[in-house]
């Protein structure tokens, strides 16, 4: 099957890397991601932005130049950014904005309704939110006039699944990443979001699983295709992510 890697990170410590809640990430390059992933067939992918690299663009433009034109930049930006940054930034192949509720280093939600209009309304940007989906309901009135929208680890919590739900319904993307840290029936997630809209999972590896309880397994692969039928195996694993990307 092809792939579309649509969340995974690279740490280069010739860049900054700021502890984040007591924790400093392993030194994770290009070169690393390259060789664990040799034995899947990934055509492509979304370099993610953690919490540890905060407004560092540096890192992530260097690491696109080295996985090529195949893969795209999600970056996290002050909102005081100028125009001329963000259009540089889309030059290079970043593709979207990143807002990270769940550890910080990024913009906080005050700004969430402002910035992701101005970068899909600049450069075509979606934004991606890491967030708990229990804490969805109080914002989920501004997702849903947003223009385009992904939210990471299929929400990470059982409780809000529902939530969740409701706006995977409505047009809403959602990451299949993270398996070894979320807190939920995975399988259950999985058919339950691609019921309410099949255009709406991307799997991820989530690589190298920063903070997670066990680290991404190529059987997290398998468990989709014994899921789902090759048509949506397709999908899940490269099209979607591919299509939302790289518009």
Known sequence: MR???AHF???DFDFPIIENQGYMPPSYAVEDYQNETADLNVLGGAIVSGSFQGFDQEYLLKALKQMGSTFCGVTQLPFTVTDEE????NKNGVKALRFNIKRGGSEDLSKFDYFARRVFDLVGWHS?????S???PEI???IVKLPAISIDHLGLSEEGLPHLLKLVDKGIRVKATGFGRVELNIENALNSIYDSNPDALMFGTDLPSTRAKRHFEYADIELIQRLFDEKATEKILYTNALKWYFK
Do not use: M, N, P
Request: glycine fraction near 0%; avoid cysteine.
């Open 9 to 11: 990170h690279i740490i």
């Open 86 to 89: 963000i259009i540089r930034l």
């Open 140 to 142: 989920s009135s501004t």
């Open 3 to 5: 792939i579309f890697d």
């Open 134 to 136: 229990k804490a969805l």
């Open 128 to 132: 991606e939110l890491y967030i708990d």
